[in-house]
């Protein structure tokens, strides 16, 4: 009887904090009344991956409170095995919180992005916009002192694991009236079909000296997690968890520095400017150039490369197998050792929130890599993935349905152009 081969797992490692959003829209001061959920490039990831079917695991730190018992159950429940997660009676479970701000008027676009600068750590670049200070709460967990203010140029304090206090990095979706940011994202960046009423939201961070940032080399030599990593085909890692603290980049160098056979490992930059206004970026192209797949955006290669051009940047990375860029214009390329370019174009999609978006990509790219589908089908299952994170106001869409999967990663490019994603489907618009 022929057997099929083993199934792919991947691991995913990283920070995830508890998300808090308030039910209305307006500054924080005015929001009584919180939403929660779970969020973090890496879990988002992973979680994804495991919704596509692929047995994942999440590596990471959470504090041993009720926020990290939250954010634990909710990755789970995703299907995510969490074995190797450490609990720490010490330090709290970060948390970000979204704030909610009315669309601009007439601007037709999605502003969350738009007009962005350096410091954020916020997911995708948002703008730092200096009133940290204000917005964040006093005393956050345990022994916490208030949160670092954020100075007038947008760039907060460092993220410094060793202190007691958590901090914010205040990052703002900015208004569209910031114009182009200090990593060159684009005031335009998420133009697209119907997103002419998105609500832009501005991130507000209290990480550092979270469990998670005390995350180290250590993590990789306990015992569930070497078991994972070992028998793991993918370990997903991204730029984030090098700007959290120095020992979680050291961490990162020593996992991507371990001899592997089979495993792949991808790297998605998640340039967060805020974690490394007193860090040397150049870690992370130390840490791209040590990855089998990196993922980066064409304004967030700029910032950290100094180039967003697909073959420009395979000059400047020639080590990784592959990189997948992904353009302004919503087109993701990605580009093999030789030079050879594959470019596949983002769906349509009623945008709701764009927080999220790169992770869904990542994971839909990653699981037909996983696979063994060619690049024009993994760019495919990237942009599916994507599209569906944008149409929720979570940081993770629901899983594509997986009766019209293969239709759509193998339909003409004509059928492919017509294709709408929204909160009720995928439909088809001439
Ligand atoms: N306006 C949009 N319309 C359609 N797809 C989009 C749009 N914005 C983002 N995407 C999808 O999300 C993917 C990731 O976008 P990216 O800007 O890299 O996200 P992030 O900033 O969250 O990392 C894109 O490759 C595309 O598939
Ligand atoms: O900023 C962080 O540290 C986070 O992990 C929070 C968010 O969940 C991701 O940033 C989303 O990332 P994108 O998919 O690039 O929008």
């Known amino acids: 009887m022929p057997t099929s081969p083993p199934e792919p797992r991947a691991v995913c490692l990283g920070e995830s904090m508890i998300v808090l959003v308030p039910d209305q829209v307006g500054p924080l001061e ?6 929660r959920s779970a969020g973090g490039a890496e879990s988002n990831v992973a979680g994804t991956l495991a919704g596509l079917g692929i047995a994942t695991s ?44 009315a669309p601009a008027a007439g601007s037709g676009l999605d502003t969350e992005q738009a007009g962005e600068s350096g410091g954020t750590d916020s997911g995708g670049g948002r703008r730092a916009d200096g009133d940290g200070a204000a917005d964040g709460p006093d005393g956050v967990g345990p022994d916490r002192d208030g949160p670092d203010t954020v100075g007038p140029d947008g760039v907060g304090p460092a993220a410094d694991a060793s202190a007691g206090g958590v901090s914010t990095g205040d990052a703002s979706a900015g208004d569209g009236a910031d114009g182009p940011g200090a990593d060159g994202r684009g005031a335009n960046r998420r133009s697209g079909a ?4 998105v609500t832009r939201r501005r991130m507000h961070y209290y990480r550092s000296g979270s469990a998670a940032s005390v995350m180290s080399p250590a993590l ?27 020992s979680a980049a050291e961490l990162l160098f020593t996992l991507l520095r371990q001899p592997r056979a089979d495993t792949l490992v991808s ?21 791209c150039a040590l990855a089998d797949i990196v993922l980066l955006g064409s304004d967030e290669a700029e910032a950290v490369l ?10 400047i990375l020639p080590e990784p197998r592959t990189l997948v860029v992904k353009n302004d214009a919503h087109d993701a390329v990605a580009v093999d050792r030789d030079g050879a370019q594959t470019t596949v174009q983002a769906l349509r ?31 495919r299952l990237g942009h599916l993935c994507a599209a569906l994170a944008l149409t929720v106001a979570g940081d993770h869409g ?33």
């Open 398 to 430: 629901p899983p594509p349905p997986p009766e019209s999967v293969d239709a759509l990663l193998t339909c003409t490019d004509q059928q492919w152009a017509s294709i709408v994603v929204g909160a009720d489907g995928i439909r088809t618009s001439p």
């Open 349 to 379: 999609v009623d945008v709701v929130d764009t927080v999220g978006a790169g992770d869904g990509f990542a994971a839909g790219y990653l699981a037909a890599t996983l696979r063994g589908l060619p690049p024009r089908q993994s760019l």
């Open 30 to 35: 005015d929001s009584a009344v919180f939403h």
């Open 306 to 315: 100094g180039a967003a051009d697909p073959a420009r940047l395979r000059e």
């Open 267 to 287: 790297f998605d930059l998640n340039w967060r400017p805020i974690l490394w206004h007193d860090r040397d970026p150049a870690t992370l192209t130390r840490l």
């Open 58 to 101: 999440w590596l990471s730190r959470l504090g041993a409170d009720g926020f990290g018992r939250y954010v634990l159950a909710d990755i789970a429940a995703r299907g995510v095995d969490v074995s190797g997660v450490e609990l720490d009676p010490l330090r709290p479970t970060g948390l970000y919180v979204k704030e909610r701000a």
């Open 220 to 246: 990789l030599a306990g015992g569930p997690q070497r078991e994972l990593l070992a028998a793991a085909d993918l370990v997903h890692v991204t730029g984030i968890t090098a700007g959290i603290s120095d």
């Open 194 to 197: 119907g997103q002419g009423d």
